[in-house]
């Protein structure tokens, strides 16, 4: 099925395309996503670094798949003098695919994230008023909102152990009244 040998990992890297994956800034860390040897020239252009689009290693995907960590050291000694923001908008002017790479706080509180309505505040009866993450796919017809608090613990036990079968009273209020103590 997979020739000779199953595909090996790559981490956050294509598997066949170069540049493509994370590189560091000043500031953080984004992503360049390099799919053919235009955008790769595009790059080069942006980094000020034209000569790499002509250098015989890079010529290829597969050539500057080989010749990986030249290429990221090439683009990191020029990215890590640039904040991620910078370096995003000069990419996009020159129409190479990247993106930065938030923080979990950068990306709580992004205006993506407020523009779908992602993140809700519910009442926990012990916490109090707590963040929750809505379901992030939305579906037609299917209302959201529709979050409660995770249980107490043992909040549920008499309704569980009252529906397990030949338990009688005394035996369901014993046990409920050892979990009740126990709490």
């Known amino acids: ?43 080069c252009l942006a980094m000020d670094r034209a000569d790499l689009a002509e250098d015989e290693r890079y010529l290829t995907d597969q050539l500057r798949t080989r010749n990986e960590a030249e290429l990221r050291a090439a ?7 640039y904040t991620v923001t910078e370096l995003v908008d000069l990419l996009t002017t020159a129409q190479v695919p990247s993106a930065p790479i938030q923080t979990m706080e950068q990306a709580i509180e992004s205006a ?13 009866p012990l916490a109090g008023d707590v963040p ?30 009252a529906g397990l079968d030949n338990l009688d009273a005394t035996v369901l209020n014993r046990l409920c009244d050892k ?3 126990a709490t």
């Open 75 to 81: 683009i990191e000694t020029w990215s890590t003098r």
């Open 179 to 181: 979990q009740e103590s």
């Open 112 to 124: 993506q994230v407020t523009a779908r309505g992602l993140l809700t505040r519910h009442h926990h």
């Open 132 to 161: 929750a993450m809505e379901q992030p796919v939305q579906f037609e017809g299917v209302q959201r909102g529709n979050i409660v608090p995770a249980p107490a613990l043992g909040e549920h036990t008499r309704e569980v152990l």
């Open 1 to 43: 099925m997979f020739g000779e040998s199953p595909p090996e990992r790559v981490g956050n890297r294509h598997p066949l395309s170069t540049p493509f994956g994370a590189f560091q800034a000043s500031d953080g860390f984004f992503v360049i996503a390099v799919l053919n040897h235009r955008q790769f020239k595009a790059l």
